[in-house]
């Protein structure tokens, strides 16, 4: 019986072992916590068990005063078994008290380095990975499977290891006063331990469904709240009020599904302690009138079936808990094992100059294969500055990316100052850029914070005002009423599209970068206001490669080479006047703009 409650035990700990291997650093990480845990839990279930003994003697002195005929004995015997049996529960209180302080605070600090882990390692994934994952995938990742994880190195290793303890010292108990007796209470784990082996499979799978179904709802309500005043414009409120219905009905049935399982253990655990119960009466009864066992021992027995009871009580929920936070790391380590294809293969700090080289570049987006550049080349010197037009689709975003790597090259290679783009330090290449992106995005945090964002260093004030003159959005922040401090909210969304432009150029520009990426910035702004912005930006230019992307032949036509895409291949190049005698693309692209 004992090999057979050992094997469940032991199936329950190490069934899809291969996921949780990971967590054996943070074990040894936390080593003094994890054995103080294991010594407290040992303790605390030696002194609960020793209350058995005590309510033996008691019981054996209740029973000899009944066969002597007194009807009276020393009260003091029974104030001493009292006092003992509550000494006993305070100490043993005391140790798990100190259990829960040990075993539950390390799984605590596990939860806080495996955030910090997965979200390192967030940190340093490419593009292709965001686009590939959905951003409520990856939340629903570092909370909620985390947090499932924290259950198994927290209350499931304490619960186990309390089991496991409390079987052995019982049956040592027990065993020494009678096997026979022992051997029938311990009957019905054989079945407990088939309805584990049974349940486990079937409470992973479904415990994998369950996260999945999760993902997808955190997904959609990521979405529905950050498209809200879109969804509002075309009225469609009900219409994702119906996919959250759906969302949720999917997760509802296959969560339901998941607790029916788990409740099965519950009531048959508690209809096999019962059957361990009546079986001590009955035959502890017969081995008492016999003279085997002393009439003590049966509720001594009593007493350590029902001690018993929690422990195995929980056994189910602790299977449930080991299979939910195994299918739960399978899913942290899927990512933690993708490694980014952009990989930063240089250490060294040094002065970028600003000379670009496109050298027979051609570029596939992995995710989707969609060739954004075929056979791309031109060379920008130092100072220089380049604009870069075409129609939709053509290309001229991916430059840029490519520049920053967020992707690398598919054929060709990109060369800065001579010097493969793949050689440099990723960190020395993005901290001398300043990108302007088609998207804007804003933290919801106030216009000051936004605009240094740009720099690593400890801004002065002064030098924030003025990168927001040379972005033409100063006198739009002054008159706010809290002015720099505004908060812009989620996104930027107390701000038009134009102050959003202008403030990210502001940020673009304020950390004096060596290279500056302007993707179509200033598309929502009036004609006016950006040939203010690109006077004041003419200062900042100085001596620094700039490359701006635009559909506007204003934004570009005082560039020192323009670049016309087509289809990701250049078309024409040159100057403004150059082009505009081609009479091609770019010339008729300047004549509906003329007119």
């Known amino acids: 019986m004992y090999n057979t409650l050992k094997a469940a035990l032991l199936y329950c700990y190490f069934c899809n072992v291969k996921h949780l291997k990971v967590l054996n650093p943070f074990f040894l990480k936390y080593k003094w916590h994890f054995a103080g845990g294991l010594i407290f839990v040992a303790l605390s279930t030696i002194f609960k068990i020793y209350q058995g003994v005590i309510v033996r003697e008691g019981s054996n002195k209740i029973m000899s005063i009944l066969e002597s005929g007194t009807g009276s004995g020393d009260s003091s015997l029974f104030i001493k078994h009292g006092i003992t049996l509550i000494v006993l529960a305070l100490i043993s209180g005391l140790f798990m008290f100190l259990m829960r302080q040990t075993i539950i ?62 079987t052995v010292t019982v049956l040592i108990f027990m065993l020494s006063i009678n096997v026979k007796l022992t051997l029938l209470v311990f009957l019905p784990l054989p079945v407990l331990s088939l309805l584990i082996y049974k349940v486990s499979d079937l409470i992973n799978k479904r415990s994998i469904k369950v996260q999945q179904e999760l993902s997808n709802l955190t997904t959609l309500s990521q979405e529905s709240f950050s498209a809200i005043r879109v969804i509002k414009a075309y009225a469609r409120e009900k219409y994702f009020t119906r996919q959250m219905h759906d969302k949720s009905e999917h997760y509802k049935r296959t969560a339901l599904d998941l607790a029916n399982t788990e409740a099965l253990f519950g009531p048959t655990m508690m209809l096999m302690i019962g ?22 021992n049966i509720p001594e027995f009593i007493v350590y079936v029902f001690y018993m009871t929690w422990p195995f009580a929980s056994l189910g929920w602790v299977t449930s808990l080991i299979q939910r936070a195994s299918a739960s790391q399978e899913r942290i380590n899927e990512f933690l094992n993708v490694k980014p294809d952009v990989k930063n293969n240089n250490a060294s700090n040094y002065e970028l100059l600003g000379d670009i080289e496109f050298r027979n570049v051609s570029f596939t987006y992995p995710e989707n294969n969609i060739t954004a550049l075929k056979n791309v080349s031109f060379k920008i010197k130092k100072g220089e500055t380049v604009g870069i037009t075409g129609g939709v689709g053509s290309g001229k975003s991916t430059i840029i990316t490519l520049l920053t790597r967020q992707y690398d090259v598919t054929s060709g290679e990109i060369l800065i100052d001579g010097k493969n783009i793949k050689e440099h330090n990723l960190d020395v290449l993005r901290k001398n850029t300043g990108v302007v992106p088609q998207e804007v995005f804003l933290f919801s945090d106030t216009i000051s914070n936004n605009i240094s964002f740009g720099t690593a260093e400890e801004t002065n004030f002064t030098v924030v005002e003025q990168a927001a003159k040379n972005a033409g959005v100063y006198d739009n922040i002054e008159s706010f009423p809290e002015k720099f401090q505004t908060m812009v909210g989620e996104r930027g969304v107390t701000l038009s599209g134009g102050q959003k432009q202008r403030v990210s150029i502001a940020r673009a520009i304020i950390g004096e970068p060596q290279l500056l990426l302007f993707d179509d910035c200033l598309s929502a702004v009036d004609v006016e206001t950006e040939e203010t912005i690109l006077g004041n930006l003419q200062n900042k230019m100085n001596n620094k490669t700039s490359i701006f992307i635009s559909h506007r032949i204003s934004t570009i036509r005082n560039s020192d080479l323009i670049i016309y895409l087509r289809d990701g291949q250049i078309s024409e190049m040159g100057s403004h006047e150059d082009l505009i005698q081609l009479k091609k693309d770019y010339y008729k692209l300047n004549q509906l703009q003329s007119n």
């Open 275 to 296: 059957m361990s119960v009546l079986i001590t009466v009955w035959y502890g009864g017969r081995l008492t009138i016999l003279g085997q066992v002393e009439a003590g």
């Open 105 to 166: 605070v390390m799984s605590r600090h596990i939860e806080y380095d495996q955030k910090n882990q997965v979200y390192d390692h967030y940190q340093q994934m490419d593009a292709r990975f965001f686009k590939e994952h959905t951003t409520g995938d990856l939340m629903n990742r570092i909370s909620e499977d985390v947090g499932r994880v924290r259950m198994y190195t927290g209350p499931a290793i304490m619960y186990l290891a309390n089991t496991i303890v409390t």
